[in-house]
Structures are given as C-alpha cells and as structure tokens.
C-alpha cells in the first residue's frame, strides 16, 4: 500500500511539473480533492483577525502556495507524501484561468444548460482544453483578460454550472482521487485555455455596484441609511429599505434622500417600482405616528338625534283597567284579580296569567290617545 500511495504521489508530481511549465501554478492535493497540506495556523486565532496567506514562509495555505517553480513544487510534494494528485490555481497569471464545472451530480443536463445560455446570449465557447471527471462530468478551461476577476460561484449561471475563478482551483489531469482519476479529452491536450466570450465574461461577473453620492444636506447619518441599503442580501433588500426609508423621514432627511435610496435598492436586485413603493409606504407609515398628527376633533352628537322611542322589548307604562279574552269576552280588572282565589269570570278559560299570548289587554295611555291594542 506504501509503495502505491508513493507512486501514485510521484506520478503526481510528475502531472504538476508538467502543468506548471505551461504555466499553471500547482498546489498538491489528497484522495479527497482537498489541499494535501494542513494549516500551520489550525487552532490558533490571529488577534489582528486577518488571514495568513502564506507570508508566514509556511506551507498549509491551501490555494495561496500554488507555484509554477519546479524546487518549491518538489518541497511542497515533499510535505505532503500522501498527496495523489494536484491542483491547478485559477486567476492566476499568465492565463488568468477561468474553469466551467459542468457537472452531472445534481441530475440536470449541465452541458445542454450552457448550450442554451450560449443561444441565448449569442456565444460560442472555442476549441478549448477539456478535462473528464470520473463522475461524468467535464471541466471547461478558459482564460479571461488580466484586469478582471471573476468570483467562484456554484449554481448561480446555470443548475449544475459551477464556476472556479480568482481563489478557486481545479483538479489537473492526472490526479488519481477516491472516485477514479481526471483525464483529458482527447484531442484537447495539446490545447493551451482559449480566451473566454465576452458575453459568457459578462454572465460570470457580478453586476456593478455603481456609487451613489449622498445629497450634502443629508449628512453622515444619510450616506449610512444608503450603505445600510446596499448592503442588503436577498431577502432582505425590502425590509432594510423600508427601515432605512423610515429613519430619513423620521429625521426629516426623507424627501432629499429618496432618490439615493431608491438607486441603492435598484442596484441591489429590487425593481424601481418596488423600491418607490416602499419609499412611499415608510413616509406614509412615519406620518401616522403619534405625535406628528393631531386626531381631528369629533363634534357632540346632537340632541335631536337620540331616540324618543322606547325599546321594542320594552313594555310601555299604562294602566290596566280591563282584560279581554281570547273568546271575545272582556272582564274588570276587579274581576280578574278575583280569578287568582279561584272561580270568577276566568273559571273555564285556558289563560293562566297576564303573560299569556291567548290573552288581549286594552291600556290607557298617560296623555289623551286611541287606546292601542297590543296582541
């Protein structure tokens, strides 16, 4: 097992020596496509928080001890014995590497995604170098203009188009790792990295973050709501807007911030509409706020307009003076009272008391008035 782990290092070294003399800057990686040498810094915390990248004189920085110097490449494969393949730096010079992961894990067509894209915008990707991954997929190598950097990025182009640029790298043909070793397509090798389409350069860059001066009667306090806004990630764009919009009115600067506001919400992905809206919405929301307006005053209701009639449930004052029954007949109401000792006029009758329905009272009213009937 050593003595394959050693070849499989050497031949290892081998690749990357070859690579670096057309150029490519090299790093030694293990099974596991990672760099093959530790940080010297793991487990230590810079107090200053920045990053070492290699200024320590140590190796273990990953992408940043890349090196196309045939004696440091011997050291660093000399460092890392268990090393079974190597890495290729991009953005690098002299070919500024761009690579194009097409890659077949994720189960969609990657290949027929960067074919439609290219219809789509108008390009053709040139004869190029193209390494085969042992998963089936396929790294397209490019270089781009020495004034540009492009971001790594994975998935954002495409589904399954993963993009290495300035502090990525890719793995080298040649590199044997766990799931098989990476080779070259044939006829490709003998390619250098063709220079990448203008119009896929502009796909693979950000979009620019133009400068938007602050108003100066806004002060410091509005240059910050502005940065505040343009710091926003998706997601969050809308209600950093509209807490920024919100403190400008607040503080009386909104009007003469608007504008910076919007422009700093429409650089960051919102549509001008919609950052207008939200403007809108904050100085609408601010305005209501206790204290910034007095409640109009409600005027007494008028007299008039109280209700001179009693409730329906309501049974009005009268005085009772005699019963009609059901039959028709009508009685005193000296009568009826004799009707709770039992006998009388009421003998007979289906009426148990006053609240009965079959029972009909005739009322005098307290003011001269038709005497009502109430059924």
């Not at 200053?48 to 920085?61: I, L, N, Q």
């Not at 133009?210 to 505040?228: D, E, K, N, Y």
Request: proline share 11%.
């Amino acid at each position: 097992m050593a003595t394959t782990d050693r070849q499989a290092t050497t031949l290892a070294l081998a690749h990357a020596l070859s690579a670096a003399e057309r150029g490519l800057p090299v790093i030694p990686l293990s099974r596991t496509k990672l760099p093959a040498l530790r940080s010297p810094h793991r487990g230590t915390t810079d107090p200053a928080g920045v990053p070492c990248h290699g200024e320590c004189g140590r190796f273990g920085h990953g992408v940043h001890d890349a090196s196309t110097d045939p004696a440091r490449i011997r050291a660093l494969f000399a460092a890392a014995p268990r090393a079974t393949g190597y890495g290729i730096a991009c953005g690098r010079p002299p070919h500024h590497l761009i690579g194009v992961d097409l890659d077949t894990k994720s189960g969609t067509d990657s290949s027929a995604a960067l074919r439609e894209l290219a219809l789509r915008h108008l390009f053709t990707i040139p004869a190029t170098v193209v390494v085969l991954t042992p998963s089936g997929g396929r790294h397209l190598w490019l270089s781009g203009p020495p004034d540009v950097v492009v971001p790594n990025s994975a998935g954002r182009l495409a589904p399954g188009i993963d993009i290495r640029g300035a502090g990525g790298y890719l793995v080298g043909p040649g590199s044997r790792t766990a799931h098989g070793t990476y080779t070259t397509a044939p006829g490709t090798e003998h390619l250098a990295p063709a220079a990448c389409p203008p119009a896929l350069l502009r796909l693979l860059l950000p979009p620019p973050r133009a400068h938007h001066p602050t108003p100066p009667s806004t002060g410091g306090h509005g240059q910050g709501l502005v940065q505040f806004v343009l710091a926003a990630h998706e997601g969050q764009r809308n209600t950093r807007l509209f807490w920024a919009a919100c403190r400008a009115y607040e503080d009386g600067i909104g009007p003469a911030l608007a504008d910076s506001l919007a422009d700093a919400a429409v650089s960051t992905g919102l549509s001008a509409h919609e950052a207008r809206a939200t403007i809108a919405s904050a100085a609408r929301m601010t305005s209501r706020r206790p204290g910034l307006r007095h409640p109009r005053p409600r005027s007494p209701r008028p007299e008039h307009r109280k209700s001179r009639m009693p409730h329906r449930n309501k049974v009005p004052t009268m005085a009772l003076t005699r019963v009609a029954l059901a039959s028709g007949r009508s009685v005193d109401l000296s009568e009826l009272r004799m009707s709770s000792t039992g006998g009388g006029p009421l003998e007979g009758y289906p009426c148990k008391n006053l609240n009965d329905r079959r029972i009909a009272c005739s009322a005098r009213p307290s003011r001269p008035s038709p005497a009502p009937r109430c059924i």
